[in-house]
């Protein structure tokens, strides 16, 4: 395919994913929990006794750790791992489906562009704002958390937030799938939490976590927690295998199925 017909598919959907009310409210939902993580790490203990009775008190400051960076990075990951995933979870299904079922589907295929390319591009662009979500929350965490705890290293939780990016891949690579049999959001939006779920239950067994990709949260929590990790690439090269053949089924179901 000449780079003069894909080059116009690419800036389409990097333009529509710039424009995208949807990018901007998770670019400030970033913005707003990662700057502020070692902020509210450092002033949880006053928080949690401002909000406890005496007793409550008392007990939370015999048992709460002191504020560290290792919390602060904690955090992060928390509200990576529920808040923003299940956002990115709905507002992807949204998106797998009108990028299969609808849309500007019949102008873009009148123009001798190939459905695999179309797909390939509006994917690969989801991907990429996912990789954007984690190194600009990676860095903001980093950088309010090193006004407060200046000890507080980069690399743990930029590679820690990189995990979360392909384990939120591999979530939409199942979205994807999902949306190229049924027309509607519900596919994907079901294929998406369902396989949340499965990530989060998988990480309690040991083995599964160590040789699967479903291990890929629990992999992220060591990281920025600077644990020792064995067999990492296990998991990492695991999902992107998982993630190359649920991208192909894609293509091959997408290239099959009847367009409305």
Known sequence: ?????????????????????????????????????GLVTDHMP?????????????????????????????????????I???ALITINAIGYATLTNNGDIPFILTK??????????????????????????????WIGTMLIFPRAPYLPVFLASLVWALEMMLISAFQLFAATFKQGIGGP???GMGFYLLISIAGVFEKIATYTPLGLSRLSNQISEQQSVNNWFIPVGSALLLLSVMFLLSIHRFNRKELS
Do not use: D, F
């Not at 800036?11 to 913005?31: D, E, G, K, N, P």
């Open 1 to 37: 395919m000449p780079s003069t017909q894909v080059l116009p598919i690419w800036r389409y959907h990097a333009v529509r994913q710039l424009r995208s009310t949807s990018t901007w409210i998770m670019i400030i939902i970033i913005l707003v929990m990662a700057g502020t993580q």
């Open 46 to 82: 006053q928080i949690m006794k401002s909000l406890a009775g005496p007793e409550m008190s008392q007990m939370l400051a015999s048992t709460m750790p002191e504020p560290s960076w290792q919390q602060a990075y904690a955090g992060w990951m928390k509200n990576l791992a529920q």
């Open 84 to 86: 923003i995933t299940l």
């Open 112 to 141: 001798n562009v190939k459905r695999s390319i179309y797909l390939t591009t509006g994917t690969i662009t989801t991907w990429c704002a996912s990789l954007v979500y984690a190194v600009l929350g990676a860095t903001l965490t």
């Open 189 to 191: 939006l079901l294929a």
